[in-house]
T-cell receptor
Framework: NAGVMQNPRHLVRRRGQEARLRCSPM?????VYWYRQLPEEGLKFMVY????????ESGMPKERFSAEFPKEGPSILRIQQVVRGDSAAYFC???????????????FGPGTRLTVT | GENVEQHPSTLSVQEGDSAVIKCTYS??????FPWYKQELGKRPQLIID?????GEKKDQRIAVTLNKTAKHFSLHITETQPEDSAVYFC???????????????FGQGTTLQVKP
């Protein structure tokens, strides 16, 4: 049973370029969360999605950041016109459908480490 | 806004001793409290969790206690081993009920060092 998959694991972008981060949830999981971790800091919530729906984007910066979780394929976090301050580790987590005993548990992927030069 | 405070930020213990990490949360509707262990360069790994209808939960050498009235919860690791060395994060699930947002609010992390 594969865990949460993220790619790429490392991404280097120059200022002004676009970054696309991909996340495939665990099999059977229908909820995806994105978190950002700055160096030596905790994890900050960005966005929560279900298939074709954004449930909560209260942690997303208002500009340049967007996320989607299409009916087919992985969830994508997109950062346009990256700046040095976007350098961080971006983690995706997934959880099972609501209603079950384990529905609250979130399992994290290995993360994408974005470096903006 | 929603906030989780975690203490201490660093903790050094001798192998075999116990370690305790404490967190407080601000959202009284929070109903789920997981703990994650993160080794350097790795993903956060869920090690134990507790729901708001339970006061204590234990899994081998680790246990978590929850005081809803005081809005704080703690992680206890007994008989610590060098491989327990890592950063530990507490978190609280925002809001309450099954139809809520589900986002986790994390504490700032505790770097635990277990000296052989």
């Amino acid at each position: 049973n594969a865990g949460v998959m993220q790619n790429p694991r490392h991404l280097v972008r120059r200022r002004g370029q676009e970054a696309r981060l991909r996340c495939s949830p665990m099999k059977g999981h229908s909820h995806v969360y994105w978190y950002r971790q700055l160096p030596e800091e905790g994890l900050k919530f960005m966005v929560y999605l279900q298939k074709e729906n954004i449930i909560d984007e209260s942690g997303m910066p208002k500009e340049r950041f967007s996320a989607e979780f299409p009916k087919e394929g992985p969830s994508i976090l997109r950062i346009q016109q990256v700046v040095r301050g976007d350098s961080a580790a971006y983690f995706c987590a997934s959880s099972p459908p609501t209603g079950g005993l384990t529905s609250y548990e979130q399992y994290f992927g290995p993360g994408t480490r974005l470096t903006v030069t | 806004g929603e906030n989780v405070e975690q203490h201490p930020s660093t903790l050094s213990v001798q192998e075999g001793d116990s370690a305790v990490i404490k967190c407080t949360y601000s959202d009284s509707a929070s109903n789920y409290f997981p703990w994650y262990k993160q080794e350097l360069g790795k993903r956060p790994q869920l090690i134990i969790d507790i729901r708001s209808n339970v006061g204590e939960k234990k899994d081998q050498r680790i246990a978590v206690t929850l005081n809803k009235t005081a809005k704080h919860f703690s992680l206890h690791i007994t008989e610590t081993q060098p491989e327990d060395s890592a950063v530990y994060f507490c978190a609280a699930k925002s809001g309450g009920g099954s139809g809520n947002t589900g986002k986790l609010i994390f504490g700032q992390g505790t770097t635990l060092q277990v000296k052989p």
